[in-house]
């Protein structure tokens, strides 16, 4: 019977006039706000932690000046990073580890092509290595790694040996770099931001030798698991102030702790999803409020009809459930377009993010229980909107609805 | 052989308030109809023949005097009661047809077999014999907008009949209609009445179809009458 009263329902809302449809727009930008911030929200979250959760909560990241600097910016602020300084961090208690890459850009010539790249080198030990690779910085797909003590071993990121030159540069190649030649031993892996597959690798040691240069970019430490990071972070900004001879206030290096990034990034998220929610529950309630209002105009306009379905015998909860059925399918109609429309948003950011950054770390996903949770929900609140009018035209009494004009 | 008392009007009184003013639409109608009766009622505008009506179909209880359908008093029920006697017991035939247009003919006839929870076959079933009946098979995936009004009255008569009720209340069958549909319609009433044996009350205000009934009662301000 039930069956029955869906099939009526669903006639009267095919028989409906447009205008009855707009009132629901509320319900369709609801629901698609939260099916594109849920399906995107979870891959946001995913994104943030993997870029940054490599880099773990107890590394501590060093940049000269007072803004904040990428391992491959050069030195445009005010401040300088010494070499000292990397011993000066070593030796703070709690830092269990530091290391402070060089960093350059270099003349690279392959098959009598010139280009220009970055370059960054590192100590050869393998603690530092490992530390790189955990950061995501240093892992090798083709080939090896720099051996300890080797001088003229280089490692090519990604698209330098792919797509750089118009050959492609493979393992056991010669290139030049500032016209010192160098013997390519290893290819990096892709990675997931474009930055570090543009940037040449060789030892520290060799860069000092031949490009002389001792000065590191930026100083990357980790603390011990014994002591607590912001308190290590602490001390570390009271050595360097006295390493610079600066007072507080006025550093000329900034030091990070991926903790406090993930938090800040973590921050920005929550507040978007929070507007968007609010964006989402304020449409929806317009929509359930646009449901309410056409149903009392369904309601009215088949006053008639009501009075013909209790004259040949239908009781009021009959008339109720028709009523709420027809109000829960609006919803439901209203859900369904919304998903289409936030599916298509979700859709639609996964490929500009993934043209913006060239990389397919933002993925959308859309699953089962988003779609029927959605569903379920837009009909509850259909019917939920259509109590009122469909409890009136239960009530109402049969002469005066058959009477009705 | 007296037949049983199928209607049964004991002094009934139904007022209607309009704000202060009260309107006494029926003042002490009283009646009989036994079973098999086919009987029409006939009076002025106004004179309360409609609510008398809605009265014997359940659509709404007196508010002084008593009602027997069936042996039973159905002025004290209740809402979903009264609802289950209209569906079962009753046929309404309307002078305005009264089909829902967003339905096809075969579903307007289905539907107060819906509302009784018979199984979806047996109402096609039912619905396409009915349609059978009043000779409008070829019509049935029509919308009511897409019949003439004859052919409207005889989807509702056939609506009437789906729950083979024990009594035909038709309030003005022929008042929407001219005379020779009226007619035809009228003979699909008759036609009933002699095959099935089927209750009619019939209220017109054509002296000539109410002539064909067996049994003719004069309502006049509310209530019965020798003559007008
Ligand atoms: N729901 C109502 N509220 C107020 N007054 C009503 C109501 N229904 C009927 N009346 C009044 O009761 C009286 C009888 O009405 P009723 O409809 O029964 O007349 P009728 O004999 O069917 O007339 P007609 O031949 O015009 O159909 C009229 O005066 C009418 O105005
Ligand atoms: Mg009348």
């Known amino acids: ?244 001879n600066v007072d507080e206030g006025e550093e000329d290096f900034t030091i990070e702790i991926a903790a406090d990034v993930i938090e800040s990034f973590t921050r920005i998220l929550t507040t978007v999803q929070i507007l968007v929610i609010s964006i989402a529950a304020i449409s929806i309630v317009v929509g359930a ?108 009494n049969p002469i005066d609805a058959l009477r009705y004009e | 052989m007296t037949k049983e008392i199928i209607i049964e009007l004991d002094n009934v009184w139904k007022t209607y308030k309009m704000g202060t003013v009260e309107v006494h639409a029926l003042r002490g109608m009283s009646l009989k109809v036994k079973k098999g009766e086919f009987l029409a009622i006939m009076g002025p505008s106004g004179s309360g023949k409609s609510t008398a009506m809605n009265m014997i179909g359940c659509l709404d209880i007196p508010t002084k005097g008593e009602i027997k359908l069936l042996g039973r008093d159905i002025s004290t029920l209740h809402e979903s009661d009264l609802a289950q006697i209209r569906g079962k017991k009753i046929g309404f035939i309307f002078q305005k047809f009264n089909l829902l247009n967003t339905l096809t003919a075969k579903e307007n006839i289905m539907l107060p077999m819906t509302f009784q929870g018979i199984p979806r076959e047996e109402r096609e079933k039912k619905s396409e014999e009915l349609l059978g009946l009043v000779e409008l098979k070829d019509r049935m995936d029509h919308r009511p907008n897409e019949l003439s009004g004859g052919q409207q009255q005889r989807v509702a008569i056939a609506r009437s009949l789906s729950n083979s009720p024990d009594v035909i209340l038709a309030d003005e069958p022929t008042g929407n209609l001219d005379s020779t549909t009226g007619e035809r319609v009228l003979d699909f009433l008759k036609k009933l009445h002699k095959e099935k044996g089927t209750t009619i009350v019939m209220v017109t205000h054509d002296k000539k179809i109410a002539e064909q009934a067996e049994r003719i009662e004069f309502l006049k301000d509310g209530s019965i009458v020798k003559n007008l």
Do not use: C
Request: proline residues 2%.
């Open chain 1, 1 to 244: 019977m039930i069956k029955d009263y869906f099939k009526v329902a669903i006639k009267n809302i095919f028989n409906r006039k447009l205008r009855s449809w707009l009132t629901m727009i509320g319900i369709f930008i609801g629901i698609a706000a939260v099916v594109a911030l849920i399906s995107l929200g979870s891959g946001m979250q995913k994104a943030i932690t993997s870029q940054f959760g490599k880099i773990g909560a107890n590394r501590i990241s060093i940049s000269p000046g007072g803004a904040i600097a990428g391992p491959l910016s050069e030195n445009l602020g005010s401040g300088i990073l010494y070499s000292s300084d990397v011993e000066a961090v070593r030796n703070v208690k709690g830092v269990e580890f530091a290391t402070g890459p060089i960093a350059a850009y270099v003349e690279l010539e392959f098959n009598k092509e010139i280009e220009y790249v970055a370059l960054m080198a590192f100590d050869d030990d393998t603690k530092t290595l490992r530390y790189m690779e955990e950061m995501g910085l240093a892992e090798v797909e083709y080939g090896r790694q720099i051996k300890t003590g080797a001088t003229r071993e280089v490692i090519l990121g990604n698209r330098i040996a792919n797509d750089l030159f118009d050959k492609p540069i493979q393992v056991g190649n010669s290139i030049y770099v500032d016209n010192y030649k160098f013997n390519v031993v290893g290819i990096q892996k892709k990675s997931d931001s474009s930055m570090f597959d543009t940037v040449i690798r060789i030892s520290k040691k060799t860069a000092e030798d031949l490009f002389e240069r001792e000065n590191p970019s930026n100083i990357f430490a980790k603390v011990d698991d014994n002591y607590e990071p912001t308190e290590v972070l602490g001390k570390l900004e009271k050595a360097l102030r006295k390493e610079h």
């Open chain 1, 289 to 396: 409020v646009g449901i309410t209002n056409t149903m009392y105009t369904a309601v009215l306009e088949r006053t008639g009809e009501i009075g013909i379905m209790k004259a040949i015998g239908a009781r009021n909860s009959d008339i109720l459930t028709i009523f709420l059925i027809e109000s829960g399918m609006l919803g439901l109609v209203g859900g369904l377009i919304g998903i289409f429309i936030g599916v298509g948003i979700g859709k639609a950011v996964e490929v500009i993010a993934k043209a913006a950054m060239n990389s397919n770390i933002l993925q959308a996903h859309f699953p089962w229980y988003l779609i029927l949770g959605s569903l379920l929900f837009s009909f509850l609140l259909g019917a939920i909107a259509g109590t009122m009018p469909a409890k009136q035209a239960s009530k109402m």
